[in-house]
């Protein structure tokens, strides 16, 4: 897995960082980018970062078009995201949540370009707020997402078209509501999408034959057409060829921008957690207890749950019992349940050695937590081309004690 070569890892020097600590590869994070910039130049499209997914602002300038990046701008799901998003990556900010309230919109009305609905209610409730602000010489433009009621996601806490979704209009609420009112999308400037998640193109082309039959009808009318998130475009195996298509077979159908908004490809694969060894206990298996945790650093491996990739000392694990010596990595932290997965290594582990994590930096950073006072991993950026290295933030008591009150 490309972060835990033997190569790379000499090169990385795992003993040399903070433990534990989150650290972005700037080399592969504009690799990365320039494969999205490849789908930017071939289409038209405009890629956006999904700030949900990696939000390491000291990163920003290798993707902003600001700074020496490719991407346009971010979407956001909350105001905070979206002043991060205007103040640090300097694009478009495009912002999302299922639902806003009054001081919701009007920070969103300082910072956003794009803000998106979840449902009529909430564009009616809004829409004189926006026109106020318009009026005051703030534009923004505004959309509705929509639900096809077609699921690609296979993990139901991540499909957000499961039948019970509560993200996105349904086909027949648009239609009550334009059959009470004809001129129910008027002020709407585009139409929003999302329903995959890690997934290849071959999911996004099922999802638009979906999107077209149900909703299709509407596009012309629209300045854009938001394919959402869950594009794993920098992904080894990813057909961007059929991507391209399909935002080719949009653009020319229809007559819209196209925006899509991964957050996973932006950074997958392009950071790692560095770990140190605390102790090996006794269970059914030897344990080995990290200063990380699954459930306050990573908290996806629980909630997938997934079992991440891992290194040790002796090289990259294996699956428990594929090499000489099996355990179970575990947290630090009280829930009995805080545990990362089983492995092997080719020598056992002992107290002090480093255990690095791949593909850390996605959904990582942005969803760590202080349960039981643990501090937060610190975080770092390292250019492998160049070696240049930065911790730029670690953490202490006082950020624990200021979540508080």
């Known amino acids: 897995m490309r972060g835990l070569e033997p190569e790379y890892l000499a090169k990385l020097k795992p003993e040399s960082w903070p ?34 997914g990696f939000a390491q602002w000291a990163a920003f300038p290798a993707l902003s078009r600001a700074f020496s990046g490719p991407l346009w701008g971010c979407c956001a799901s909350s105001p905070d995201e979206a002043r991060l998003a205007k103040e640090e990556f300097r694009g478009e900010v495009h912002a999302f949540a299922a639902g806003w309230n009054e001081e919701d919109m009007a920070g969103l009305l300082l910072w956003a370009d794009h803000v998106i609905f979840n449902s009529f209610a909430q564009w009616r409730r809004f829409r ?14 505004c959309g509705l997402r929509l639900n096809p009621e077609h699921s690609e996601g296979t993990v139901p806490i991540y499909d957000p078209c499961d039948p019970s979704s509560r993200l996105g209009i349904r086909p027949h609420v648009l239609a009550r509501e334009l059959e009470a009112d004809p001129h129910a999308l008027d002020g709407i400037s585009g139409l929003h999408f ?21 909703f299709g009808r509407h596009f012309r009318r629209m300045n854009w057409i938001n394919f959402g998130g869950g594009h794993h475009i920098t992904r080894p195996d990813y057909d961007i ?9 949009i653009r020319d159908r229809h007559g819209v921008q196209v925006y899509l ?5 932006v950074a997958l694969r392009a950071g790692v957690l560095v770990s140190t060894v605390l102790d090996i206990v006794e269970a059914d298996m030897p344990v080995a207890i990290l200063d990380c945790s699954a ?29 000489a010596w099996s355990c179970r990595l575990a947290g630090k932290s009280c829930l009995a349940g805080d545990v990362i997965g ?8 002992a107290p002090g050695d480093r255990v690095i994590f791949g593909d850390m930096a996605i959904y990582s950073m942005v969803k760590t937590t202080t349960f039981n006072g643990l501090r937060l991993p610190s ?16 953490f202490g008591y006082e950020d624990f004690r200021t979540r508080l009150s």
Not at 25 to 34: G, K, P, S
Not at 128 to 139: F, L, N, T, V, W
Not at 199 to 207: G, K, P
């Open 19 to 52: 433990s534990p600590c989150f650290i972005t590869d700037l080399a592969l994070l504009r690799a990365n980018a320039a494969i999205l910039d490849g789908v930017q130049r071939r289409t038209g499209a405009k890629i956006m970062l999904a700030l949900k």
């Open 128 to 141: 004189p707020m926006i026109e106020a602000a318009g009026r005051s010489g703030k534009k923004v433009e």
């Open 194 to 214: 999302h329903t995959l998640c890690e997934q290849n193109s071959d999911s996004l082309a099922r999802t638009l034959d979906a999107v077209e039959d149900k």
């Open 241 to 249: 060829d059929l991507l391209c298509r399909c935002i080719e077979r």
């Open 261 to 265: 908004e991964p957050g996973e490809a």
């Open 295 to 323: 459930a306050c650093h990573m908290p996806d491996v629980l909630e997938m749950p997934y079992r991440p990739e891992a290194a040790g000392p002796s090289g990259a694990a294996g699956e428990k019992g594929e090499k």
């Open 342 to 349: 089983e492995y092997s290594f080719a020598q056992p582990l």
């Open 379 to 394: 975080i770092a950026l390292w250019d492998s081309a160049s070696d240049e290295r930065t911790v730029s933030r670690t």
